[in-house]
């Protein structure tokens, strides 16, 4: 099991933007941190919840979803049990809590069972 810390949100004015943090941890165990993939998530109040980036757990695969082209970018960084999403550009429609979320599998396929959750990190986008 794995536990996912998050850090990096806040305030922000329009076209600012920030970096989001994501950090494993836990008990000791076999499985390391390149064998979660990780999906980057958030919700927007009054919405439901959307994919908004995900990385394989060695980081060659990665996929964004229904998102402004550019605004986002998703890494990680095996060394550290980190992964990164930055935010660039951000409108006040971007003003949600963004989640980390790691699978119990390193790639896509089989499709990601997100069944380990970060703590959430509010971004809130306004002037």
């Known amino acids: 099991q794995v536990q996912l810390v998050q850090s990096g949100g806040g305030l922000v004015q329009p076209g600012g933007s920030l970096r989001l943090s994501c950090v494993a941890s836990g008990p000791p165990s076999v499985r390391t941190f390149s064998d979660y993939l990780i999906g980057w998530f958030r919700r927007a109040p009054g919405k439901e919840r959307e994919f908004v980036a995900g990385i394989s757990g060695g980081g060659a695969a990665i996929r964004y979803g229904d998102i402004m082209p550019g605004q986002f970018t998703i890494s990680r960084d095996n060394a550290k049990d980190t992964a990164y999403l930055n935010l660039r550009n951000l409108r006040e429609e971007d003003t949600a809590v963004y989640y980390c979320?790691?699978?119990?599998?390193?790639?896509?396929?089989?499709?990601?069972?997100?069944?380990?959750w970060g703590q959430g990190a509010q971004v809130t986008v306004s002037s």
């Open positions: 979320a790691a699978s119990p599998r390193r790639d896509w396929y089989p499709p990601p069972s997100y069944d380990f």
